[in-house]
């Protein structure tokens, strides 16, 4: 499937969640970072830590519409230069009208084309490249890639070796993505295709693809769709919630802050995993390139 050419952070909002997991799949297919949400409350919370460079937003969802969304991402500084998309089953012109003013910038209704996706990640791609100037912190993540890991022995070893006692940033998210993998391997018998490690001031955010255990995946098959699902998500959250003492430890012994909160979702068609820890103040890096050699 072709692909856009540079990746954009994407961020889908529908309570239809078959239909949110379907966009979220195809968009990643198309060579982009994807998280999808299935109500606009959480959304919000969601775009603060994701910092989306695109919003594909349904406007009828419970607790809160797209069209109060659109307004309330305009009203947050950070996300100015995002943009948002309503893919929507409402006919008529009043209703685009609407969404336009409400923040949209572009309307589309459903089932949405295709090329009218393609269309527009072609079209944000531009503007995004713009807007991401290289800085010496891209440079270091590039050079270590926060897929690779550090095992904590490792990590010590460094820690100890520098006056400041503390790691990079790139060896930190490096050393909590092997912690997540040992854990994983450890405590739920299973270990993601991908993990991503990003820090950004006092969140951490990490991202795990292909989750789902073999049991998970044939759990969902033997149930309906709907209960299938809740189920595994269910589950799962008790696993995390479970284990949140350890995973509290790992990021407190790598980062040097306790976590504040944890915010735990899971994605049971794309097999998308998702963890937020608040920490309680932005962790001091040691400045400088990796010296380790990542596996």
Excluded at 18 to 28: P, T
């Amino acid at each position: 499937m072709p692909m856009t050419g540079k990746s954009l952070r994407v961020l889908i909002v529908d309570d239809n969640r078959d239909g949110a997991d379907a966009l979220g799949l195809l968009v990643e297919e198309l060579g982009n970072q994807v998280h999808v949400t299935y109500g606009g409350t959480q959304a919000l919370d969601v775009a603060n830590v994701f910092r989306p460079d695109l919003m594909l937003v349904d406007l009828l969802m419970p607790g809160m519409y797209g069209f109060d969304l659109a307004k309330r991402v305009r009203e947050i500084a950070s996300l100015a230069d995002t943009t948002i998309v309503a893919i929507t089953g409402l006919k008529g012109e009043e209703h685009k009208a609407f969404a336009r003013e409400s923040g949209c910038d572009t309307v589309f209704e459903k089932p949405v084309a295709l090329a009218d996706i393609k269309a527009v990640l072609a079209s944000v791609v531009p503007a995004v490249a713009s807007a991401r100037p290289p800085s010496k912190r891209a440079k270091v993540g590039a050079s270590l890639g926060t897929e690779h890991r550090l095992p904590m022995g490792e990590a010590r070893r460094i820690r100890n070796e520098r006056a400041s006692k503390s790691l990079t940033q790139a060896e930190s998210e490096a050393a909590i993505t092997e912690g997540i993998a040992h854990f994983q391997e450890e405590y739920m018998a299973c270990c993601s295709e991908l993990i991503r490690t990003h820090l950004i001031n006092d969140l951490l955010i990490v991202r795990l693809q292909g989750v789902l255990t073999r049991a998970e995946r044939q759990l969902a098959k033997s149930l309906t769709p709907d209960k299938g699902r809740d189920l595994i998500k269910h589950t799962r959250k008790q696993l995390i919630e479970l284990a949140r003492p350890m995973l509290e430890s790992l990021v407190h012994e790598v980062t040097g802050v306790k976590v504040l909160s944890m915010y735990h979702d899971i994605s049971t068609l794309t097999g998308e995993e998702v963890i937020v820890f608040s920490l309680v103040q932005s962790p001091s890096f040691a400045t400088g390139e990796a010296k380790h050699r990542p596996r």
